[in-house]
């Protein structure tokens, strides 16, 4: 499975939670009501998740039908986004302030886009979330805004943005504690940074720095030898996760002959198949080899011996892969002939 085929799995996964949280708050602001606890805008609550839950279900159809990548992942950036401002206007439609208990939904939200989806986004999407709750909590409330700008913080200009009616969820005659209100706007900051942040710890991207300060148990010593096993292959050798097509462990000679630079995640950011059938068939699990597979490495076209053969590890299986180039000359996009770093003779 290449990258994109790992990122619409990921992707269903998200979309499953989206959608079950948001039915989850739904639910849960209907309960009140029926209990005669508060009064919310029931008919603009049920309106506002329905047509977005919608909508979110036809944009989620759209990009399984993309190929590309980026767009796919671009999409569905754009998707999160629209969720946590969605959540945020559901928030002020439940009693916004007075109802900082609502908060707590962000959370599903933040912690799944942190544990799916790469790079250092879900930051951001928590950032996007802080600054949609703090633009509604100053927008209804004056007093929270002047205690902000005696607490020196530099939002205070954010409620003039846009004006809105306070939805009061407690009893009448209560008054307003500004201050504490700002707290937990600051407290609400600090949970979703820590939110994202347990997220990427447990998807392994910050989870991973932490080997470098426990002691080594036996597994960890085989596979360590198995690295270096395989880096000191002097063929140009690959090991690959079927599923995803991430790169495992790379020889040295595969970094030197692929023209790779740093760290690459998937193979197929290295290797660029000129039939994509190839690339499934070598990461298939059975045995493979292809005698003249065309691929690109940069800006060269190669011609090379391709195998491919499985790996039984303790969580599944993997394929290793070794290329040998077959030919003398590559041409690259200019036409000039140039030879490929540890071509084999004919």
């Not at 930051?123 to 633009?135: D, E, F």
């Not at 902000?148 to 200009?157: E, H, N, S």
């Not at 005698?291 to 391709?306: D, K, S």
Request: glycine share 12%; net charge neutral.
């Amino acid at each position: 499975m290449t990258g994109h085929g790992q990122l619409q799995n990921d992707r269903k996964a998200l979309d499953f939670v989206i959608l079950v949280s948001l039915t989850g708050v739904l639910v849960l602001l209907l309960l009140p009501w029926l209990w005669s606890v508060y009064s919310p805008p029931v008919p603009a609550l049920a309106w506002t998740l329905g047509s977005f839950g919608t909508a979110y279900r036809v944009g989620s159809r759209l990009l399984d039908r993309t190929t590309n990548r980026r767009a796919a992942l671009l999409g569905t950036w754009v998707m999160q986004v629209g969720t946590v401002l969605t959540l945020s206007w559901v928030w002020h439609l439940s009693g916004g302030v007075s109802n900082t208990a609502f908060l707590w939904a962000f959370v599903p939200i933040l912690l799944v886009n942190a544990l799916l989806l790469p790079g250092w986004g879900p930051y951001g999407l928590a950032a996007v979330s802080w600054l949609a709750v703090m633009t509604i909590a100053l927008s209804e409330s004056e007093a929270l805004g002047w205690q902000a700008y005696r607490a020196g913080l530099p939002i205070a200009g954010l409620g003039k943005l846009i004006r809105l009616p306070h939805g009061s969820m407690v009893a009448s005659g209560a008054s307003e504690q500004s201050s504490q209100i700002l707290l937990e706007m600051i407290l609400f900051a600090g949970g979703s940074l820590g939110v994202v942040a347990l997220g990427d710890f447990l998807s392994g991207r910050l989870g991973g720095a932490l080997s470098l300060t426990v002691g080594l148990n036996p597994q960890e010593g085989r596979e360590n030898l198995f690295r270096q096993v395989v880096e000191q292959d002097p063929l140009p050798r690959v090991i690959v996760d079927p599923e995803s097509g991430a790169i495992l462990h790379m020889s040295g000679s595969f970094r030197k002959q692929m023209l790779v630079d740093g760290s690459p995640s998937n193979l197929f950011d290295v290797v660029r198949f000129a039939e994509a059938a190839d690339g499934r068939h070598l990461l298939s699990g059975g045995e493979a080899e292809l005698e003249q597979c065309r691929y690109r490495i940069g800006p060269e076209t190669r011609v090379g011996r391709l195998r491919a053969h499985r790996i039984v590890a303790e969580r599944g299986w993997l394929v290793s892969l070794t290329f040998e180039e077959i030919l003398l000359a590559v041409q690259t996009d200019s036409g000039q002939a140039i030879s490929p770093r540890g071509a084999a003779p004919c």
